[in-house]
């Protein structure tokens, strides 16, 4: 099924995952991690995902230095030269230009996918279908291509993106986008009909992303217009070192989206959800009678509690008693009990423990 040779994908697998703290830490970060008890990390079902689709020669790796080892042991099957390192962890905009100036000096017919790891996908074969329909068309066209899902319900968690004209089936110009909007604002997003859900999945040409640069981010392009050269001679430290340091911590997603002018939205199909925070990750587990959820082989006791997350080591017991909504994450030497209904709770709470006792809870 993956014949096509331009086709290329930058899999984004660098972040600490801080809103699933403290399971997901500094040293081993969510997409190494095996949530749902299927025997792969989401790194794992994600490069299966895409291989479907791309050459598995073609599918690059972007991650911080520190990870390259944990990707090597959970992807044997790709080579050293498809794991591109990032000497500091600043979110995902300068690894997508780094990876996509990479890609086309190798091929600059190339055509690429970006995907982030966290993502549960329930219909493979809608998934299949609808990237392919995107890279074939951005092949053809100069626009960036983003990968929406309607929003079903008022998700505080993610982006909306509201769809402009249609140009063809399922395909629209951009009229606006909201990151992460408030309840308010979600539930009229979802009852208009006119939001997508932002996937985090791009599709574009790489030589139309190298065209757009400049208006999206001209800091960045002005360094990698000087850096190039050190790419072209194989001085992949030395570009990095000097790209880096420009950027100033922006996501792709807000770079693109942001930019609604050069870029287009495909409504998709694929059953998408994000599984970037513990609540995120309870939506999408299996529930008891009562809503609680228990990961990991753990085992629970749950006395007039419902709705609750309870995620241990394996083999360990949690008695739960008359809690609702709540989170029960321990791992290593951190235990977590909170209220599981905000996203970012987690990650405040990393950032509370990494700033009074330092980095060996985080």
């Excluded at 959970?74 to 979110?91: A, G, N």
């Excluded at 790891?117 to 890279?135: F, G, K, M, P």
């Excluded at 870029?263 to 529930?287: H, M, T, V």
Aim: hydrophobic share 40%; net charge negative; charged share 20%.
């Amino acid at each position: 099924m993956n014949t096509n040779h331009n086709n290329y994908c930058i899999l984004l697998a660098g972040g600490v995952g801080k809103r699933l703290w403290p399971h997901s830490t500094s040293l081993c970060p969510k997409q190494f991690i095996d949530f749902f008890g299927t025997g792969k990390s989401l790194l794992q079902h994600t490069f299966e995902r895409v291989s479907r689709i791309i050459p598995s020669e073609n599918i690059y790796i972007s991650t911080y230095e520190r990870y390259i080892e944990q990707v090597r042991t959970q992807l044997p099957q790709i080579s050293l030269s498809q794991i591109l390192t990032e000497p500091v962890q600043m979110s995902t905009a300068a690894a997508v230009a780094w990876a996509n100036i990479h890609i086309v000096l190798q091929n600059p017919k190339a055509n690429i996918l970006v995907t982030p790891c966290d993502q549960l996908v329930l219909d493979a074969e809608r998934y299949v279908s609808d990237v392919q329909t995107a890279l074939s068309y951005t092949a053809e066209s100069d626009k960036l291509l983003a990968l929406g899902v309607q929003a079903a319900t008022p998700n505080t968690a993610y982006g909306y993106v509201q769809t402009g004209n249609e140009l063809s089936d399922e395909l629209y110009t951009i009229r606006s986008f909201s990151e992460k909007p408030d309840t308010n604002y979600a539930k009229t997003f979802v009852e208009s009909g006119e939001f997508l859900w932002n996937t985090g999945l791009f599709a574009w040409n790489a030589q139309s992303f190298i065209a757009h640069l400049p208006a999206l981010m001209p800091q960045l392009a002005e360094s990698l217009e000087s850096a190039t050269a050190d790419l072209r001679q194989g001085q992949d430290l030395q570009f990095v070192k000097t790209l880096y340091p420009t950027d100033n911590r922006t996501s792709i997603d807000l770079v693109i989206l942001s930019h609604t002018e050069t870029a287009l939205i495909k409504r998709c199909s694929f059953g998408w959800a994000d599984i970037g925070s513990w609540p995120q990750l309870y939506d999408n587990a299996e529930k008891d009678p009562e809503g609680n959820v228990v990961l990991n082989d753990a085992k629970a006791i749950f006395d007039h509690a419902s709705h609750n997350l309870v995620s241990l080591p394996a083999g360990q017991l949690a008695v739960i008693d008359r809690l609702d909504g709540y989170l029960v994450a321990q791992h290593n030497n951190v235990l977590l009990i909170c209220p599981n209904d905000d996203p970012a709770l987690a990650k405040k709470y990393f950032k509370d423990v990494n700033s009074l006792f330092g980095g060996e809870y985080v």
